[in-house]
Structure formats: C-alpha cells, structure tokens
C-alpha cells in the first residue's frame, strides 16, 4: 500500500530555515516525480516545487530562490528546505508523487507550517 508521511511542521519565525522530509512507502520510488504543494484555508492547493526523477528541479516564482527540493532515491525520501520563511508562507503543505507514465498518484497527509513571531 503506498504511503507518503511528511515530517516536521510546526512554528517557525520569519527569516526560519525548517526542513520538511516525505517518506515514501510501498511504491517505486526513483520512477516518480514528487512535488510539494500547498494549501491556505480558503485557497486552492498551488504548487511549490517540483523534481523529476532524473533530479530535475522547478519551482513556483513565490518560493524561487528561497526553496530548495532535494530527493534521496536510497531512502525513499524527498526533502523541502525552506530558507528566509515569511508570514506568507504559513500554510499545509503535502507531498505528492506522480509516477509519468502510469498516472498512478498519491497525496500524503499534509504538515502544518506557520511562520509568526
């Protein structure tokens, strides 16, 4: 059964650096893209960034630069390093994988983030 779990959300100051990890379970891990989305109450999910799985990167331009997402294939884990954190950023954010050809794709249950002083 897949399964994606994120780790680590909580408070965080404005200018924080966190780092989210996705574990991933129960599927082919280095076939899928994974991403992060995110949600704000109200809002639909937008996405964040995207890698391949040939380790090709994009980013939407409200986290370019201050976002970074990383993939490590030997423990099934994708990772989010947010840098400069703003007010703005506070949101739950998932983790999705996508797998190009078969369209199989899996959400994980999301991590609340909240920047605040």
């Known amino acids: 059964q897949a399964q994606l779990v994120e780790s680590w959300g909580g408070l965080v100051q404005p200018g924080g650096s966190p780092r989210l990890s996705c574990a991933a379970s129960g599927i082919s891990f280095s076939f899928y893209a994974i991403a992060w989305y995110r949600q704000v109450p109200g809002k639909q999910r937008e996405l964040s960034a995207t890698i391949t799985s040939g380790g090709s990167t994009d980013y939407a331009d409200f986290v370019k630069v201050r976002f970074t997402i990383s993939r490590d294939n030997t423990k099934n884990a994708v990772y989010l390093q947010m840098d400069d954190l703003k007010p703005e950023d506070t949101a739950v954010y998932y983790c999705?994988?996508?797998?190009?050809?078969?369209?199989?794709?899996?959400w994980g249950q999301g991590a609340q983030v909240t920047v605040s002083s």
């Open positions: 999705n994988a996508k797998h190009p050809t078969w369209g199989l794709d899996y």
